[in-house]
């Protein structure tokens, strides 16, 4: 038997007669007899030391910040756990689940410190069957001794999926362990490689955010998965800055008509005409040329281009998906990704973990689909008295500002209710979220999905419309229902027979949704993004300070203990902070809401695109910065699309197209305006150029309201007495309305068909331009279809060149 060169890995405890066949077989000795002599021949103990071949990949440094030297070993993953007390049940388990590793031919190496780390290096033969399994089956007959490196990417995830599918004895996998305390932690280690520095240096640093990303870098570190958002998440930030540049011109042109809008100038001009009061008890009459400066802002938002505007961004939505798919087609087939198959790798890993295993079938359950259906509505209840309660809120907040001892919340009692209502609507966000993630979690558990990646898919499905209602349900309320259903003067809707519930102001309601979004919108941008940076940056920070390794204290004339390098480098990425599966997903729903607002009530918000772009220059380098520097690993993983998504982001567009005609068609004043413009104007009833065709528009949209009319309850009863003295016997108010009976007007029918018709033109129209849109450009590019049809045209005439030589010999 010829020399074998080996080294001394680690102190092994588990199973030595493994070890034994295992590296029997890795130096090619014929029996594990042979082996235990060459352990007798070496003068260290058989049990207490592990022996491997020099390994066939390059060592570099596995340091994650401080040295480079190169003769450190690559481990691809660290558990960690608790110092238990010998025998305990804890670490007895522990014993087994490692027992389990070593069986399969892990390398596992122990180092001490305030918690037990255990390094594990999975055989290379896990890999060359990956490789195999999932090699083109023409190309295993073909090069049967070709051997390629396993991209580190992929070794990492091998790894987890073996580590998380291995069973102990007591039929536990590593999940429930760390469900137990047995380990605390599992996770890859953050290598100081040159790619990782690459990104470090010029990707994850605030100065590079105007620079491009290097997705390629990206992919080769972080997996496919977190590549392929990354490049979804510049693509958006691309095209958006187009859609803010558009709504940057829409608000610009809206300030240029702020003192020109006739609308405007008659309430500004309206010294005479006394308003109903906005509460019942001590509210005061008003004068409509009080409110001369919120009709200005409002005219400046709801004007001729907003409805462009809202169209536009229809067909953005559409060209943006579009476009998206041929990048997306463009990007994975340069991976070679174009036709990988989940299930495929899935089943793979499987079967390399274990050979015996039987992959899980399809299963469907009526029942636990309709448990789960039942509950998603009980939620979705729960989320609608939610809204109610910040409606409730907005109503008793107005009547209590009415009231107050201050001139200022007096005067301005809606606006700060408006204002305050909108705060506690985010704060409410912030709390459902958390909420919202774990009823979600529940619900996708009693599915018992199949594969993970169902698991994310139905997850996905069912937080985004939780997440959905609880960003959106008061924005609703105030586009659709504020001062709709409020009844009139005499006769209002109350709340519990009390508070009556709020109007819009004469010149629209579409200010207060105006409010409503830029509130939120910009705390979302600002606290969240702050806190979100924060939070993981003082985490590490303290975890670094309590976690900092035991320092030895050397007496005079002893030598310094040479520290493992390990310890080191596994301590650092212990002490960053911990991602989980869902640590990419958070993102993505993040960033899936923010393109719900930049879309859906547009035409209310036309900064909204603008506030977007500027948000994800930052959220980009953000993630960036988390990822690299405040967090531990994640573990990699492929694919080649953005997953359900896409369908999301579709249902999104189409929620917009509905969501902005109904905004235009009710909420806005436009459809009124051009009513009385085209039928009750002075220009239709006399040809005459020199008036605008507005004049008298506001008197025409207010109702009259006789004083004596008013409720028995109504606090007012002094008030009138002296506007009954005065002459006043009338006050005016926002609607359609005869003074008689205070039925409808024919006017209020006029503007609700006109309504009606603009609403279903505009939905039609901007649906059938997606259709066009999404048929004019199509979703594969014509360079990736001709790639395909090539690569399939070269492997045809390869195989048959082939079975033409070996009929020839």
């Not at 092994?12 to 594990?32: G, K, M, N, T």
């Not at 990704?337 to 399809?362: S, T, V």
């Not at 107050?404 to 459902?432: K, P």
């Amino acid at each position: 038997m010829g020399s074998v060169s080996f080294d001394v890995l680690q102190v092994s405890q588990y199973h030595p007669d493994v070890h034994r066949e295992r590296f029997a077989l890795c130096l090619d000795i014929e029996s594990p007899k042979e082996l235990t002599e060459l352990f007798a021949a070496s003068s260290l103990p058989q049990e207490e030391i592990l022996l491997t071949p020099w390994r066939s990949f390059p060592f570099e440094d596995s340091d994650t910040f401080a040295f480079t030297g190169q003769d450190e070993e690559k481990w691809d993953f660290v558990l960690v756990s608790d110092i238990h007390e010998m025998g305990s049940e804890k670490e007895i388990k522990r014993k087994k689940f490692l027992d389990e590793l070593s069986k399969k031919g892990f390398t596992i190496k122990k180092i001490e410190d305030r918690k037990l780390f255990y390094g594990v290096r999975a055989p290379e033969h896990f890999f060359r069957k990956y490789q195999w399994l999932l090699r083109n089956p023409d190309s295993r007959l073909q090069d049967l001794n070709a051997q390629q490196d396993v991209p580190v990417t992929t070794r990492i995830r091998i790894v987890n999926f073996i580590l998380h599918n291995t069973v102990t004895p007591d039929l536990e996998k590593l999940r429930d362990l760390m469900k137990k305390n047995v380990f605390e932690a599992a996770f890859p280690l953050h290598e100081k490689e040159e790619v990782r520095e690459f990104l470090k240096e010029k990707w994850a640093r605030w100065r590079d955010i105007f620079c491009q990303q290097p997705i390629e870098k990206i992919r080769c570190y972080f997996g496919e998965k977190v590549a392929l958002y990354f490049t979804w998440l510049g693509w958006y930030t691309y095209l958006l800055g187009f859609a803010a540049g558009v709504g940057l011109v829409v608000f610009v042109a809206g300030i240029t008509v702020f003192n020109s809008s006739q609308v405007s100038k008659e309430i500004c001009e309206a010294n005479d005409t006394l308003m109903c009061p906005l509460c019942d008890q001590k509210c005061p009459f008003w004068l409509l040329a009080d409110t001369c400066m919120y009709a200005r802002v409002t005219h400046m938002i709801d004007n001729e281009g907003t409805v462009v505007f809202a169209m536009f961004m229809a067909i953005w939505a559409t060209v943006f998906l579009e476009l998206w798919k041929r990048q997306r087609a463009q990007v994975v087939t340069n991976w070679d990704l174009y036709g990988w198959d989940e299930d495929e790798e899935e089943l793979a890993m499987e079967l390399i973990n274990n050979l015996q295993h039987e992959p899980r079938r399809y299963r469907h359950s009526y029942l636990r689909s309709t448990i789960v259906l039942l509950l998603v509505l009980l939620m979705i209840v729960v989320l609608i008295g939610i809204a109610h309660a910040l409606v409730i809120y907005r109503v008793v907040a107005t009547a209590l500002f009415t009231q107050s001892d201050s001139e200022f919340f007096r005067e301005q009692a809606n606006l700060v209710a408006v204002i305050t209502g909108a705060v506690l609507h985010y704060i409410t966000i912030v709390v459902m979220t958390k909420i919202n993630r774990r009823v979600a979690l529940f619900l996708c558990d009693l599915e018992k999905p199949r594969t993970f990646s169902q698991h994310e898919n139905n997850f996905t499905i069912k937080i985004f419309i939780f997440q959905f209602l609880t960003n959106f349900s008061s924005l609703i309320y105030i586009a659709f229902f504020l001062g709709r259903i409020n009844g009139h003067p005499g006769n209002y809707v109350r709340i519990a027979g009390k508070w009556r519930l709020e109007e819009c102001h004469p010149s629209g309601c579409i200010t207060d949704l105006f409010i409503q979004m830029a509130i939120i919108m910009m705390l979302k941008q600002t606290i969240s993004n702050v806190m979100e940076y924060l939070v993981p940056w003082l985490a590490h920070k303290i975890r670094k300070r309590q976690k900092r390794p035991k320092k030895k204290h050397v007496m005079l004339g002893e030598e310094e203990e040479v520290e493992d390098p390990c310890k080191k480098q596994w301590l650092i990425n212990y002490q960053l902070n911990e991602v989980n599966i869902f640590s990419l997903f958070d993102e993505f729903l993040e960033m899936v809401i923010q393109y719900s607002f930049t879309t859906i009530f547009v035409a209310a918000f036309p900064l909204a695109p603008l506030l977007a772009f500027f948000n994800n220059l930052f959220e980009i380098r953000l993630d960036a910065i988390k990822m690299t520097r405040l967090r531990r690993r994640m573990v990699p993983r492929k694919t080649n699309d953005i997953g359900i998504w896409l369908q999301v982001l579709e249902a999104i567009g189409i929620l917009a197209v509905i969501g902005n005609g109904l905004v235009i068609a009710i909420t806005s004043d436009f459809i009124p305006v051009q009513v009385y413009k085209y039928t009750y104007s002075p220009c239709m009833k006399e040809n005459n150029t020199a008036v605008d065709c507005l004049t008298g528009y506001i008197n025409h949209s207010l109702s009259v309201f006789h004083i004596k009319h008013f409720e028995p309850d109504t606090n007012l009863a002094v008030e009138i007495l002296d506007l009954v003295k005065n002459g006043t016997t009338v006050c005016r108010y926002r609607d359609y309305r005869n003074d008689e009976d205070y039925s409808y007007t024919v006017q209020f029918w006029h503007v609700f068909a006109a309504r009606l018709a603009f609403l279903i033109l505009f939905e039609h129209v901007a649906l059938c331009v997606k259709l066009i849109a999404a048929w004019y450009v199509p979703d594969v590019p014509l360079s990736v279809k001709n790639h395909l049809l090539d690569e399939k045209h070269y492997n045809l005439r390869k195989e048959l060149s082939m079975m033409e030589y070996s009929t020839e010999v």
